[in-house]
């Protein structure tokens, strides 16, 4: 992939300014955390139930003419695929989604709904990334990855300016710190140029925290053969990319790995303390904090990135005890 320019403090507030043209600000919830009151940003009441909206929208409006009749192609599990779905509608542009077949079904339908065509593959055997680029070459298209792009990456970080604005208008101190779900990489690395002054913590399901392992040796690690099974399907990524990774390590961003139980844990919570329902992969965040692997402290903000849930196993999830 050819990389045109580097991410930028100055894309990420172009993207804002974007994304604020067209929809309205995600609520910024308070809740006490042992004794704390700490900042939840609900990226998760985004039209499509996810913060992909922002980077998709930004990504897309970049494209010229000639490029959005040809198209474009993306791999997703759902929260992406939803959101270039959304924009491509939105936009006149015709979209190819390549999702993997065991993708949760509501994330599947609501993808379809928006008039994307879907491609299916197996995620044990197949790389999307290849399908996607033979589909993309095939038909002269515009490949949108999900994180491995600067306008992608720019798009996602709209929500640390956004939060920190409303932050600032509530009286609240920070962003200081903030808790940010991490699969590839492309929301911690927006956040992390969004808020230059604030501790950046990228959390991932144990077992797939490649971007932990990485940013504590100072190179890409993968995640390496038969990785856990996780519920968190939006953060199941085999390796981060270079962008993402490059500007989190300038950061000096600290990564976290949360457990299957203290996830489940994090979704009761939300559902109990702030009203939302949170997909396993967007309660990440929460559970780092609940687990008190970051102390909750003032100008604390945690990123609720997505709420798009299989009714079933959220239903499991909601009557459990553990």
Not at 199 to 225: C, H, K, N, T
Not at 233 to 242: E, F, I, P
Request: charged share 25%; hydrophobic share 45%.
């Amino acid at each position: 992939m050819t990389i045109l320019r580097q991410p930028t403090r100055a894309g990420v507030r172009d993207a804002a300014a974007k994304v604020a043209a067209i929809l309205p600000p995600t609520p910024l919830l308070v809740q006490e955390v042992r004794g704390v009151a700490v900042a939840f940003k609900a990226e998760s009441l985004q039209p499509i139930g996810a913060f992909k909206i922002r980077g998709a929208w930004h990504r897309l409006t970049a494209l010229d003419a000639r490029v959005r009749d040809k198209g474009v192609v993306a791999f997703s599990s759902g929260n992406h695929a939803q959101g270039v779905a959304w924009a491509a509608k939105r936009l006149g542009i015709p979209a190819v989604i390549v999702m993997p077949a065991d993708a949760p079904r509501v994330k599947l339908e609501a993808t379809l709904a928006l008039g994307a065509e879907v491609v299916r593959y197996d995620r044990a055997t197949e790389s999307r990334e290849k399908i996607a680029e033979q589909l993309a070459h095939a038909r002269g298209a515009a490949l949108v990855p999900s994180f491995d792009d600067t306008w992608i990456i720019e798009g996602q970080g709209s929500a640390g300016i956004e939060a920190a604005r409303q932050m600032a208008e509530a009286g609240r101190e920070g962003p200081a710190r903030v808790l940010v779900p991490c699969g590839g990489g492309g929301l911690s690395a927006g956040i992390a140029l969004a808020l230059p002054e604030a501790e950046i913590f990228p959390v991932e399901p144990e077992g797939w925290d490649d971007m932990r392992r990485s940013l504590e040796a100072g190179w890409i690690e993968p995640v390496g053969d038969n990785p856990p099974p996780t519920a968190c399907d939006s953060l199941q990524t085999q390796r981060v990319s270079s962008l993402t990774f490059d500007v989190l390590a300038r950061r000096g961003a600290t990564g976290i790995a949360v457990s299957e139980r203290e996830i489940r844990i994090a979704q009761r919570w939300a559902a109990a303390k702030l009203r939302l329902v949170v997909e396993p992969g967007g309660a990440a965040g929460i559970a780092a904090l609940l687990a008190g692997k970051i102390p909750a402290e003032p100008g604390t903000l945690v990123i609720v990135s997505g709420g798009n849930v299989d009714q079933e196993d959220y239903a499991r999830t909601l009557g459990g005890t553990e």
